[in-house]
């Protein structure tokens, strides 16, 4: 069974850094993808970056570009989203999903494409 396990969410001032942690296990196959997503009150589920687990690709929507970057570390079954120069408007619950096999070398923002997610941790940004 794939679970996903996110930790490092908390409470910073604007401008602030964190890294979050995704622990994944259960995989029976090498091909996937991690995305990272997160929901704000009131808002819709928003992809925020993702990696692919053979080559690495990685995506990002534009109001993190610059800011995070997604790090996979495949001898702790571990993926990193470090944050840096974090904005009240990134409040929200960050959520780490995967794929099932064959998104070995793509990945994207699709809700769709990610069966299993964790439990979620929560970011909040003070102004």
């Known amino acids: 069974e794939v679970q996903l396990v996110e930790s490092g969410g908390g409470l910073v001032q604007a401008g602030g850094s964190l890294r979050l942690s995704c622990v994944v296990s259960?995989?029976?196959?090498?091909?996937?993808?991690i995305g990272w997503f997160r929901q704000a009150p009131g808002k819709e589920r928003e992809g925020v970056s993702c990696i692919t687990s053979l080559d690495r690709s990685t995506y990002y929507t534009d109001s993190v570009k610059g800011r995070f970057t997604i790090v996979s570390d495949n001898a702790k079954s571990t993926v990193y989203l470090q944050m840096h120069d974090l904005k009240p408007e990134d409040t929200a619950a960050y959520y780490c999903?995967?794929?099932?096999?064959?998104?070995?070398?793509?990945?994207?923002?699709?809700?769709?494409?990610?069966?299993?997610w964790g439990q979620g941790t929560q970011v909040t940004i003070s102004v």
């Open positions: 999903a995967a794929t099932p096999s064959g998104y070995g070398y793509f990945c994207s923002d699709y809700l769709g494409i990610y069966p299993y």
């Open positions: 259960g995989f029976t196959f090498d091909d996937y993808a």
